[in-house]
Each structure stands twice: as structure tokens, then as C-alpha cells.
């Protein structure tokens, strides 16, 4: 009886020694802290991305417009955690379920708001649900509709005077965004922030990359940057 009663919590201890290896191995690495394997620019874009201090750092060109290093790989459902450091003058964010715009976009724009995207608005432009990052008191954690033309998605930045201080200029901070179905979630140090349930744009992007961006910045000014490391990201089963 002792002996099969030892077996039991042996078993035991290994089947959960089992489950806690699945579920970190759940998490894949999207950035190896050596190279940009896994990246690439999207289109358009002119601002300096390359690795320095083991961070994916991006930088300011002067002229360029909002640019973004986007993921090779497409995510529908899942949660994604990074932690961010941004230049206190420079606006940024993290783009998800986007991809750059072909004809059928275009379309679809010009149907939903009555212009039809051209020039550097037009083919080839990244776009898609942007999570915001900045400087504190601001926006940053909250929902924008890069390109789109329906702008910010989640309603308190439709309020001017609305703002938070979760974010630590000038240091490191950890975000985190759950995207499950039409509902997009997000933290910034463990404070939550955006609870957005928008299934207008679920429809139009149910599934693509992931985009860090630098954003473009008006003439004279900078040079800013940004950086991000330790990003990982968990797929999540319907």
C-alpha cells in the first residue's frame, strides 16, 4: 500500500511538473534580444529600427511618416506582453491584427466613410487596432484605429480633459493586451486601462501582425525613440 501510495505522488508531481512546462511553453518569444529575425519594415516607413542594448530600438527620421516593424507571423486570439521605454516628446504604439492595405481595404474604406484612401494613405499603408503608448498623464494603453478612419475606438480619449499617470516616464513599462473575439484588453503595470468590445472592426481585423511604431514627427524636431524587449505572446484557443 506505502509503495503505491509513493507512486501516486510521484505521478502526481510529474504530471504537474508536466502542465507547468505547457503552459511557459505556451509563450512564444517574438524577440531574441540579437536580431530583428521575425520582423520586417511594412511599407511606407523611413524611421531607424535596429537592436541596441539587447531592445528592439526604434528612432526618429526626420520626414518620415508614421512607420512600423511589423511581425512575420499573423495572431488572431491571443496575449501579448512587452515592456516599452518612450521618449517623453515622442508618440507611439503597438499595433495588432494589422496588416498593410490592399484594393479590397480600400473599398471597404471608401464605402464606410465616403473617401477613398490614396497616396500615402492608400495601398501599402499599415493599419489595423493600435494600442497607444506615451508619456503620462496621456492616452497610452487605450485603443486607436490606425488608418482607418474611424480614429480612436475606445471612448475616454474622445474626451480631451481624460488622461491617467500609469505610465513611468522615462523608465521601463510593462504592457500587457489580451485579444480575444471582438473584445481587446489591456495594462499598463498591472493597472488595467482599454476594455474595448468593437465588433465593426473585429470584422474587418479578426487576425494579423503585430507592429511597433515609430511615429512621425514634425520638421525640425528630434530626434526621439522608443524600445521594447522581453516581448512574448500566448496564441488562445476559441
Request: hydrophobic share 30%; aromatic share 8%; proline share 5%.
Amino acid at each position: 500500500m506505502m509503495k503505491t501510495v509513493c507512486q501516486m505522488v510521484v505521478l502526481a508531481t510529474v504530471v504537474a511538473s508536466f502542465a507547468s512546462v505547457q503552459a511557459e511553453d505556451a509563450w512564444t518569444t517574438l524577440f531574441d534580444g540579437k536580431s530583428l529575425d521575425g520582423w520586417s519594415m511594412a511599407a511606407h516607413g523611413k524611421a531607424e529600427y535596429s537592436v541596441k542594448d539587447g531592445t528592439i530600438y526604434g528612432k526618429t527620421v526626420e520626414g518620415s511618416p508614421n512607420s512600423f516593424l511589423k511581425s512575420d507571423n499573423e495572431y488572431g486570439d491571443f496575449e501579448l506582453q512587452f515592456e516599452v521605454k518612450v521618449h517623453d516628446s515622442l508618440n507611439s504604439g503597438c499595433q495588432i491584427r494589422s496588416r498593410e492595405k490592399t484594393e479590397a481595404d480600400l473599398d471597404e474604406e471608401e464605402k464606410r466613410t465616403g473617401k477613398r484612401p490614396s497616396g500615402g494613405n492608400g495601398i501599402g499603408r499599415f493599419h489595423g487596432p493600435q494600442v497607444e503608448i506615451e508619456a503620462g498623464p496621456g492616452q497610452a494603453g487605450y485603443i486607436y484605429a490606425e488608418a482607418t478612419g474611424r480614429g480612436w475606438v475606445s471612448e475616454p480619449p474622445k474626451d480631451p480633459s481624460h488622461s491617467h499617470k500609469h505610465m513611468k516616464n522615462g523608465e521601463w513599462n510593462k504592457f500587457r493586451i489580451v485579444a480575444k473575439g471582438p473584445r481587446l484588453q489591456t495594462w499598463i503595470n498591472g493597472e488595467p486601462v482599454g476594455d474595448l468590445t468593437h465588433k465593426e472592426l473585429y470584422e474587418t481585423h479578426p487576425k494579423g501582425h503585430i507592429g511597433l511604431q515609430v511615429h512621425g514627427i514634425a520638421k525640425g524636431t528630434g530626434p526621439f525613440d522608443v524600445a521594447w524587449r522581453n516581448i512574448r505572446i500566448k496564441e488562445l484557443k476559441n
